[in-house]
């Protein structure tokens, strides 16, 4: 008999083993404890924002098994990654792979350490795709899609993968960026949104200052922008980056930056901290007639 | 992977001959050929109270008794009269490691000689978001369902590291580690 299987299982030991020493426990919420890996050997620490509830002190337990306190660096809900700083110095970290590595159909692993000991299971990369939106308006440089069955707390814990000389994570995986569906915040992701967070403490937001609602369009002006809602303005703030560029209330919303907006999710995603401080084109309906205006987008509070 | 699957091939195999089915009047549950002369281990619940018949792999049907039962850690012993079964060889249950790759057989909905696949999440006491977590059990990401229940987890090379007891959850499998068993079976042989 061959040891394709025997050594296959042994390379997934290894791999959790190796991995594992980077998985931490993360005590953000009363129930149930998650999962986060070490960024920097000094203390940094990537997890899931849903997973830390608290915004103070944040239990971290070690994968040497010392517990140690951490506290929040920042947060950013539209990547639901989270920044932590954890009382501790040496730790080890893990291999984050540059995003040329995986294919679909290779066999990764999804780590965790809800409790004393780190916890694996086993799946393989179902998709993968360029710079992608998330639902809350976040942008991700990579989608990242596997089947990983993800467990109670394997939120905030790495996605790991073989390569040549040993273990690499490809990211982190969250239960909550598409619900039923896992999702991993590639590591350049991470890169870009933990420097955002330890320089600022938070990621920027893009504000119109307008309250909004989608409305149906008529059927003629619907035939001619090809959809069949906008969003009509209801609050314009005095002063706001929409006031300022002429935006009235009752004007409905039904392109910007042409991106149709055709309710808030789009508006939302259209706000993502990359468009902070640009000069964007905006189709508005006022009168029954179509127009376009020109709106800086301001930054949220 | 050809290899792999030949591989495969050979531990489910070796295994089936020591899987047995048996049925407690309600339903069928699963269980493994412990010792030659008829010693077969399952769940407690799988056993029940009733009368209770083990099919064996080659087709007999036999009446069973239990000889010892633990509800608490849910095994059980049942004994039928035969000689010379093969027996499954026993694995290291206290060495599992999470990633670990096992298979889990048993008849599930009533489908004989079934084999899941997965990996080890873990293992020992003290496991996150399991029952009676002061209990040992080995947790697995595999899909076992009624029928399951009693049969062998085995590890890459075939041998039997746990008893298939229970879901934890969507996808969770969690068994009674083998040395737990053999546990019960130094106290069921003392008493």
Redesign the interface.
């Known amino acids: 008999m061959s040891d394709v299987l025997s050594n296959l299982s042994k390379e997934l030991v290894g791999l959790v083993e190796a991995a594992g020493r980077s998985v931490v426990r993360v005590e953000g919420r009363r129930r149930l404890s998650a999962s986060g890996v070490v960024w920097s050997a000094d203390g940094i620490i990537v997890t899931a924002h849903h997973v830390v509830e608290h915004e103070q002190q944040v239990g971290i337990g070690l994968a040497d098994g010392h517990d140690v306190s951490g506290n929040l660096v920042g947060r950013d809900p539209t990547t639901d990654v989270a920044v932590l700083r954890a009382e501790a110095t040496g730790l080890a970290v893990p291999d984050w792979a540059a995003f040329d590595g995986p294919r679909v159909g290779h066999i990764v692993l999804a780590l965790g350490r809800p409790g004393q000991t780190v916890q694996a299971t086993m799946g393989i990369i179902s998709a993968l795709g360029g710079e992608w939106r998330t639902p809350a308006g976040g942008r991700l440089e990579h989608y990242l899609q596997t089947d990983v069955v993800m467990y109670p707390g394997f939120s905030g814990g790495p996605l790991v993968s073989a390569a040549a000389n040993g273990s690499q994570v490809l990211g982190i995986n969250s239960s909550a960026l598409v619900p039923g569906v896992s999702v991993a915040v590639p590591a350049d992701s991470l890169s870009r949104v933990v420097e955002t967070l330890l320089a600022h403490g938070r990621i920027q937001r893009g504000y119109l200052g307008v309250g909004a609602q989608p409305v149906l369009l008529p059927d003629g002006l619907a035939q001619q922008l090809g959809q069949d809602t906008g969003l009509l303005l209801v609050s314009v703030k005095a002063d706001g980056p929409a006031d300022k560029a002429g935006l009235l209330l009752g004007d409905i919303v039904v392109v910007m930056d042409e991106q149709p907006v055709r309710g808030m999710r789009e508006l939302q995603s259209l706000l993502a901290s990359d468009r902070v401080g640009t000069a964007v084109s905006v189709r508005i309906v006022r009168g029954g007639q179509a127009q376009e205006l020109t709106v800086v987008i301001g930054e949220r509070d | 992977m050809g ?2 699957n ?3 091939d ?2 489910i195999e070796a295994a089936r001959r020591c899987l047995v089915e048996i049925d407690n009047g309600r339903g069928n549950g699963a269980g493994t050929i412990w010792h030659p002369d008829g010693l077969i281990l399952t769940n407690a619940h799988v056993v029940g109270r009733r009368r209770l018949q083990v099919t064996l792999p080659d087709g007999r049907a036999l009446q069973a008794r239990v000889l010892a039962a633990d509800a608490d850690y849910d095994v059980a012993a049942v004994a039928i009269n035969a000689g010379g079964l093969p027996t499954i060889e026993l694995g290291d249950s206290k060495g599992l ?5 096992v298979m889990a057989m048993g008849h599930p909905w009533g489908v004989t000689g079934a084999v899941t696949a ?5 293992s ?1 006491a ?4 399991v029952p009676q977590p002061d209990r040992e059990w080995i ?1 697995v ?1 595999a899909h076992l369902r009624p029928g399951h229940s009693g049969g062998p987890l085995l ?3 075939g041998r039997l590291v746990g008893v298939n007891t229970m879901m934890a ?4 499998g969690l068994a009674v580690p083998v040395h737990v068993i053999k546990a019960f079976l130094h106290r069921a042989v003392r008493s």
């Open positions: 290899d792999l030949a591989e495969m050979g531990v490691q999470p990633g670990e790759w997965g990996v080890v999440i873990g020992g003290h496991l996150p978001e947790a990401s590890d890459v090379h959850g969507p996808e969770v």
